[in-house]
Antibody, heavy 119, light 111 residues
Framework: QVQLQESGPGLVKPSQTLSLTCTVS??????????WSWVRQLPGKGLQWIGY???????YYNPSLKSRLSIPVDTSKNQFSLTVSSVTAADTAVYYC???????????WGQGILVTVSS | QSVLTQPPSASATPGQRVTISCSGS????????VFWYQQLPGTAPKVLIY???RRPSGVPDRFSGSKSGTSASLAISGLRSEDEADYYC????????????FGGGTKVTVL
């Protein structure tokens, strides 16, 4: 059974870059049946999709965040990452890394990591 | 402001049926599958319904999904206390090069 685990700093200063990594175990990130996504949840709010990368490196991003986003993948480590540049307090959220199936939906989620943007 | 519109809350007594609506547009629900996610307090979401009306293994048949045009709905029959959670609909949106969109979520309370 695939498992995903987020890692990275829990505190980022305003205007800096937020960087998170998701380590995937129990499944290959190169599997063409899946894509690898980031979803965030602002405090007390709903879910916001951030973006995803697929096995071939193709990326799709939330249009409202696209200019600040990057989702690179490291197949040798079975990891994918998220960078968000020029963060503000509005980027404070729990960030989830997620495996998605094109027909099955986002079927495996990490436990989530709280990232606070504050000086 | 979410692209998909859900009621913020719904409630019913144990054993009753509750229905949650999800309204979208031709670029998302109207042309793509709808998915439903359940988020229990303090946990990550899990997929409840995929491809409009299919249940992953392990999801009770008390949960059912449907879609018509640019709207979808999730029904929970025989409501149980452990169903108290937040529920989100989601669909792929073909506009702006394509992206996933979520509903704002519906908090289901078991009275």
């Amino acid at each position: 059974q695939v498992q995903l685990q987020e890692s990275g700093p829990g505190l980022v200063k305003p205007s800096q870059t937020l960087s998170l990594t998701c380590t995937v175990s129990g499944g290959s990130i190169g599997n063409p049946d899946y894509y690898w996504s980031w979803v965030r949840q602002l405090p007390g709010k709903g879910l916001q999709w951030i973006g995803y990368i697929n096995y071939s490196g193709k990326t799709y991003y939330n249009p409202s965040l696209k200019s600040r986003l990057s989702i690179p993948v490291d197949t040798s480590k079975n990891q994918f990452s998220l960078t968000v540049s020029s963060v503000t307090a509005a980027d404070t959220a729990v960030y989830y890394c997620v495996r998605g199936g094109y027909d099955l939906g986002m079927d495996s989620w990490g436990q989530g990591i709280l990232v606070t943007v504050s000086s | 402001q979410s692209v998909l519109t859900q009621p913020p809350s719904a409630s019913a007594t144990p054993g009753q049926r509750v229905t949650i609506s999800c309204s979208g547009s031709s670029s998302n629900i109207g042309s793509n599958y709808v998915f439903w996610y359940q988020q229990l307090p303090g946990t990550a979401p899990k997929v409840l319904i995929y491809r409009n009306n299919r249940r992953p293994s392990g999801v009770p048949d008390r949960f059912s999904g449907s879609k018509s045009g640019t709207s979808a709905s999730l029904a929970i029959s025989g409501l149980r206390s452990e169903d108290e959670a937040d529920y989100y609909c989601a669909a792929w949106d073909d506009s702006l090069s394509g992206h996933w969109v979520f509903g704002g979520g519906t908090k289901v309370t078991v009275l």
